[in-house]
Structure formats: structure tokens, C-alpha cells
């Protein structure tokens, strides 16, 4: 059978022009069961559109994991290691992950109590809320009415030890009903966006990158991210913004004295903006909660000086200074035209370039509202690439 694609379906609040190359229903396949030529083929265009979409789709944990490792065959621990160390008893991701008892890589997210699931006799899922998150939070009497939040925009990355996984796979099982809801994003923008149920909502990073003005396409391809140690033990004391992009800074944070033990050659340096391998186009990827100094470079040789931030390169260390910079160049591109907010159905599969966009959880159930999916991403068997010296002279 041929490979049939159809665009996903954008809601009317999107900038379509903007999603041209964005997001692809696939149909004619069965992604548990690809053939290597159909697989060289999904494999490509995950790169090329980011998001793939595949409908009334069954898959079982152990094909799933089969198909998230076809994009990196020597990967195999899941994104944030197998082993639950102390040190992720205290990270703010534990309550959110239950692996699946035979394929430890696939993991069981969602809402309310499930039970007989894949071997778990019961487990009780809690989606995310902004509420414990973030600095302050929509109103009981708010909520009521639907308003919610975006809970935090990020790449599926430990950010610390493991590499980034390159794609991260999602399987809704059970999708509950009930009303649309409306992310305020609370920044004084007065900026809303309404969104299923539920959604995942998917920003591209390459848009992120495309939307900037001149000066900060130029400090994003010289520019390089330290990450914390353990950047979710460290930011657990700490909240977040209300768009969920980011940490606010109010000396929260863990002291490095107080964190699990780690090491220096463990800590996490990465470019801004990494190349897809596909296309050869730069996608800004930050996450930017767990940042915590920038490297800038000089600009290069030749490079035109007028207007350009930090033209003889900087190390910035103040974490305001570096969330505030961080912030200008990633808050454009989560504007309410450039979000793709899925609208899931049971038995939806989507594949997501995890170092090609920024995703996040979004909204709020009542416990009643079961849901449950199946996540998968494996630690990456290499480095994101950054940019080539030709696209520093070209952006610089
Ligand atoms: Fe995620």
C-alpha cells in the first residue's frame, strides 16, 4: 500500500500559511507493522513536517517501542533513564510517569484510575496541572467556566547524562469527552487560545527560529545553552511563568550543594538551534526551564557589527538575564496563529520530531475524566547537531 498523506487538522485560530510544512496525517499504512522501505519513508517525513498523525491506529507497547527505536536503532533506555534513582523520586517529572510492566520504554500518562492496562492491575494517572507548577494560578471560579493554562512547553529531554531523544511517540487509548476549553496566557498580553479538551499543544521550532528579527537569528546560531544538574530536581522548588515557558526568577531553585550528586562532564551544553538532518534547516530549541547560562560567540569574521547583541561573544551567568533573553525569542512563537493544539480521538498515534518542536500538556480534568496514553521516547545515541559554520555566516 501506498503512502497517502492529508494535512492534520489545523483549528481555525491557526495562521495556516505558517503551517504550510507543518503537521501530516498519514494514511495507507499501518505504523506497527511498516515495511523497511515504508519506514525509511515515515522516518523522512517526521523531519520534514515534525508532526505525523496516524488515525484508528492499534499498536501494542512492544511495537510501539519497536517503532520510536526505528529512528535511532542503538537508542534503549527511555528518555529519562530506566532506573528509578533517588534522584527522580525528587524530580518534578515522577508523579507523572508509570511504565508499562513489559516494556519499561513505554510509558502509561493520563487522568483518573485505570484498570487491567497492559499488565498494571490499577494505576492512578494524574495529568499534569498548572496549578502546582506554576507562580499563580486561573481561579477555582475561572476554571469552573474553562480557563486553563499551557503547563509547560519543553523537548522530551533528561537535559542531563542522556541525549535528547529524536522523536517521541504518543498513543491515546482513552480520550475523554467534555467541553473545549481556553488557555489564558496570563502575561499581559491578553492573548487566549481555545483548545480541545486535553490537547497536546505543538509549536515548531523552526518557526521560532524564522519569526525572529535579524539581531536574534544572530546571537540564536552563536549562541549555546548550559542546562542545571539535574534540571528537574533543581527547578522542582521553583514556578513557573503563567504561558508555561519558562521559570520564574525568585532564587528558588535547588542549590547545586543540595542536588543529587553529578558530575561536570555529565552537564548538558547545547546550541541554541539544531539542524534537522533531513531538511538541513534550523529549529530553535531551547528548553527553557532547565537553562541556566548562555555561551555566546563573537560574530564571525566579516559580519556587519551594527545593531548586534553581544558582538564580541559573552558568558552570561545571571539566571534573569538569561531567562529574560531566552524568553524574547521563544514567546513569539507560541502565539495563540502559531500553536497547533491536537484534538485527540481514541486509537490516534502521533509522532513528533522531538528536536524539531516545543510541545506541551495543556489543561484541566475532573478525576472522572479518564484518560490514558501510551508515551515513548528513547535517550538519544547522539549530540543534537548545531548549526555549520555557513549558517553562522548566514545569521550572523
Ligand atoms: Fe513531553
Not at 505558517?18 to 501530516?24: N, P, Q, T, V
Not at 507493522?33 to 492499534?58: A, P, T, W
Request: charged share 25%.
Amino acid at each position: 500500500m501506498a503512502i497517502e498523506l492529508a494535512p492534520i487538522p489545523l483549528p481555525p485560530t491557526a495562521d495556516a500559511h505558517k503551517f504550510k510544512d507543518f503537521g501530516r496525517e498519514v494514511k495507507g499504512v499501518n505504523p506497527g507493522e511498516l515495511s523497511e522501505e515504508e519506514l525509511r519513508e515515515v522516518h523522512d517525513l517526521l523531519y520534514k513536517y515534525g508532526v505525523l498523525l496516524f488515525r484508528n491506529v492499534n499498536l501494542t507497547p512492544e511495537q510501539q517501542y519497536a517503532l520510536t527505536k526505528a529512528f535511532d536503532p542503538s537508542s534503549e533506555s527511555y528518555g529519562h533513564g530506566n532506573n528509578k534513582t533517588q534522584a527522580e523520586k525528587k524530580s518534578i517529572l515522577h508523579p507523572d510517569l508509570k511504565t508499562i510492566p513489559r516494556v519499561p520504554q513505554v510509558q502509561l500518562i493520563g487522568n483518573g484510575t485505570v484498570y487491567n492496562h497492559e499488565g498494571l492491575a490499577e494505576a492512578m494517572l494524574k495529568h499534569p496541572s498548572h496549578t502546582t507548577f506554576h507562580k499563580t494560578q486561573v481561579s477555582a471560579e475561572d476554571t469552573e467556566k474553562g480557563i486553563t493554562r499551557f503547563y509547560r512547553w519543553h523537548i522530551d529531554a533528561a537535559l542531563y547524562n542522556l541525549s535528547p531523544p529524536r522523536v517521541t511517540t504518543l498513543y491515546a487509548k482513552i480520550v475523554p469527552q467534555g467541553a473545549r476549553q481556553t488557555v489564558r496566557y496570563d502575561d499581559g498580553t491578553g492573548d487566549e487560545l481555545e483548545v480541545p479538551l486535553g490537547t497536546t499543544a505543538f509549536v515548531s521550532g523552526k518557526t521560532m527560529f524564522d519569526i525572529l528579527p535579524r539581531e536574534l537569528k544572530s546571537l540564536a546560531v552563536r549562541g549555546r545553552v548550559k542546562y542545571s544538574p539535574h534540571p528537574y530536581v533543581w527547578m522542582a522548588p521553583a514556578h513557573a511563568l503563567p504561558t508555561g515557558l519558562g521559570i520564574m526568577s525568585e532564587g528558588l531553585e535547588m542549590p547545586e550543594t543540595e542536588l543529587p550528586p553529578w558530575e561536570e562532564e555529565k552537564i548538558k551544553v547545547y546550541p541554541i538551534t539544531w539542524k534537522n538532518p533531513v531538511t538541513g534547516e534550523l529549529h530553535f530549541q531551547v528548553h527553557p526551564c532547565g537553562a541556566k547560562e548562555l555561551f555566546i560567540d563573537p560574530l564571525p569574521a566579516g559580519a556587519s557589527r551594527e545593531g548586534a547583541l553581544f558582538p564580541d561573544g559573552a558568558h552570561l551567568t545571571d539566571l534573569k538575564e538569561v531567562r529574560d533573553l531566552l524568553y524574547k525569542m521563544q514567546r513569539p512563537a507560541i502565539a495563540p496563529p502559531l500553536v497547533y493544539p491536537h484534538d485527540w480521538r481514541e486509537n490516534d498515534l502521533v509522532l513528533f520530531h522531538n528536536r524539531g518542536l516545543l510541545h506541551s500538556v495543556v489543561g484541566a480534568f475532573k478525576k472522572d475524566q479518564v484518560r490514558a496514553f501510551h508515551q515513548c521516547n528513547l535517550a538519544a545515541s547522539d549530540e543534537p547537531a548545531g548549526p555549520t559554520p555557513e549558517d553562522v555566516r548566514e545569521y550572523a
